[in-house]
T-cell receptor
């Protein structure tokens, strides 16, 4: 079992709709969770971080964390063509020596 | 701040040659990370440093790979000798601290390495 799992996609969503991206992780001790966006040929860019159970909203983005289910998700409201990218879920343990483990990413395509 | 700086942006070399990738982290960041990204394996952590000291190099694939951080503003990743399977995009990232609430990593533009 991979430490961080994501559906590779592609996930196709019509413009203006809500895109829902999901991620599960295997380490119950994980404490920090991130969503990175990566455009083709570019480097990963942090868009959301979440550390406690529940929802965290930032503009059109909402991150959701459920530690009991070992599940983290990203919702993108009012999807735009510019949101088309690969979204990487990343998870980190508690200690300062912990590494961030990245999922393989979900490719999102917003169709006009 | 200019962000994380990497050089070169592209490198094409022949099998058996030595390759050196360079990274300048964001000023004031205590942690520096080297990643490799391929279609097959995704984004893999190779090694990371804290205050110029290597903390975890368990991701370094073989003895052909080595990394150094002689000072807070410079790190190198060296591959010697290079092989075609080393072809990938190599990213350097830095973060201010590690621990809950402080692990946001900022990535450089990457070096695309092609070994013929």
């Amino acid at each position: 079992q991979k430490e961080v799992e994501q559906n590779s996609g592609p996930l196709s969503v019509p413009e203006g709709a809500i895109a829902s991206l999901n991620c599960t992780y295997s380490d119950r001790g994980s404490q920090s969770f991130f969503w990175y966006r990566q455009y083709s040929g570019k480097s990963p860019e942090l868009i959301m971080s979440i550390y406690s159970n529940g929802d965290k909203e930032d503009g059109r983005f909402t991150a959701q964390l459920n530690k009991a289910s070992q599940y983290v998700s990203l919702l993108i409201r009012d999807s735009q063509p510019s949101d088309s990218a690969t979204y990487l879920c990343a998870v980190m343990g508690y200690s300062s020596a912990s590494k961030i483990i990245f999922g393989s990413g979900t490719r999102l395509s917003i169709r006009p | 701040d200019a962000g994380v700086i990497q050089s070169p942006r592209h490198e094409v070399t022949e099998m058996g040659q030595e390759v050196t990738l360079r990274c300048k982290p964001i000023s004031g960041h205590d942690y520096l990370f080297w990643y490799r990204q391929t279609m097959m394996r995704g984004l893999e952590l190779l090694i990371y440093f804290n205050n110029n000291v290597p903390i975890d190099d368990s991701g370094m694939p073989e003895d052909r790979f080595s990394a150094k951080m002689p000072n807070a503003s410079f790190s190198t990743l060296k591959i010697q000798p290079s092989e075609p399977r080393d072809s990938a995009v190599y990213f350097c990232a830095s973060s201010e601290q590690q621990g809950p609430g402080y692990n946001e990593q900022f990535f450089g533009p990457g070096t695309r390495l092609t070994v013929l």
